[in-house]
């Protein structure tokens, strides 16, 4: 007598795959991710102010400043020199609304000079300066 798991000596593959396991284990994962979905979304609902897309209305005086690659210091055109430019900063700032500064400046200007206008500019108050470039063409 041999000593098989079949009782009955048939030497057949089970056809059959017990799905009942698998089933379960699928039930399982189910109620985890059910469980821990809304704990994944940390979001918390404020109400965010409405900003339309309409430019200001109320625009200020601007002033160019040019700067030369020697050094030469230009108010809407004009040449500047250091006291001189001084003066016009100080009288710049006692504006309402203050008027905004548009540096241009050559590719070759050291930075030291836009360095020291810009410098100058904060401290007569004058806080509000805007770098002027040229975009690039394709």
Avoid at 88 to 103: D, F, G, K, V, Y
């Amino acid at each position: 007598m041999t000593d098989s798991f079949f009782e009955d000596g048939d030497d057949e593959a089970l056809a059959e795959i017990n799905m009942i396991p698998l089933i379960d284990i699928m039930l399982v994962l189910l109620v985890i991710f059910i469980i821990t979905a809304p704990l994944l979304a940390h979001s918390v609902k404020i109400d965010l102010p409405k900003a339309s897309s309409a430019p200001n209305l109320t625009e200020s005086d601007n002033i160019q400043i040019a700067i030369s690659n020697s050094g030469e210091v230009y108010w809407n055109g004009e040449v500047m020199n250091a006291t001189t430019l001084d003066k016009r900063l100080r009288i710049a700032a006692t504006h309402s609304p203050q008027p905004e500064l548009h540096l241009r400046a050559e590719r070759t200007t050291p930075y030291e000079k836009v360095a020291q206008i810009m410098s100058a500019a904060a401290h007569e108050g004058l806080t509000r300066i805007a770098f002027v470039t040229e975009p690039k063409t394709p």
